[in-house]
C-alpha cells in the first residue's frame, strides 16, 4: 500500500484548499478511505470517510458543511476539498487505508 498526498499550503481564514492522495499498491475501489489530521500537541483525528463506491461518506462534526471527501476510482485517487478554513484547521493531513498512512501534508491557516 503506497498513498501520496499534496495540495497542502498556507491560506488565510475563510480560503480554500483540495488535497489530493494518490493510492497504489491495492484494489482502491474496494476499500474505505479516511483523511486524518493531526494538528501539533494533539492527537490524530478522523476528518472524513468515504466508502468503496463512493456513495456514502462521513465528516467530523467541526468540518461538517465545510469539507467534502470525493475519490475517482479510474484514477486511483482520494480528495479532501476544504472551504471556508479556519485557523483550528492547521494541521498535518493524512490519508489513510489499509492500516497504512501516507507521509501527510502540511496545511496552515493564518492571516
Known amino acids: 500500500v503506497q498513498l501520496v498526498e499534496s495540495g497542502g499550503g498556507l491560506v488565510q481564514p475563510g480560503g480554500s484548499l483540495r488535497l489530493s492522495c494518490a493510492a497504489s499498491?491495492?484494489?482502491?475501489?474496494?476499500?474505505?478511505m479516511n483523511w486524518f489530521r493531526q494538528a501539533s500537541g494533539k492527537e490524530r483525528e478522523l476528518v472524513a470517510a468515504?466508502?468503496?463506491?463512493?456513495?456514502?461518506?462521513n465528516y467530523a462534526d467541526s468540518v461538517k458543511g465545510r469539507f467534502t471527501i470525493s475519490r475517482d476510482n479510474t484514477k486511483n485517487m482520494l480528495y479532501l476539498q476544504m472551504n471556508s478554513l479556519k485557523s483550528e484547521d492547521t494541521a498535518v493531513y493524512y490519508c489513510?487505508?489499509?492500516?497504512?498512512w501516507g507521509q501527510g501534508t502540511q496545511v496552515t491557516v493564518s492571516s
Open positions: 489513510h487505508a489499509l492500516g497504512s
Open positions: 468515504i466508502s468503496g463506491a463512493g456513495d456514502s461518506t
Open positions: 499498491g491495492f484494489t482502491f475501489r474496494w476499500y474505505v
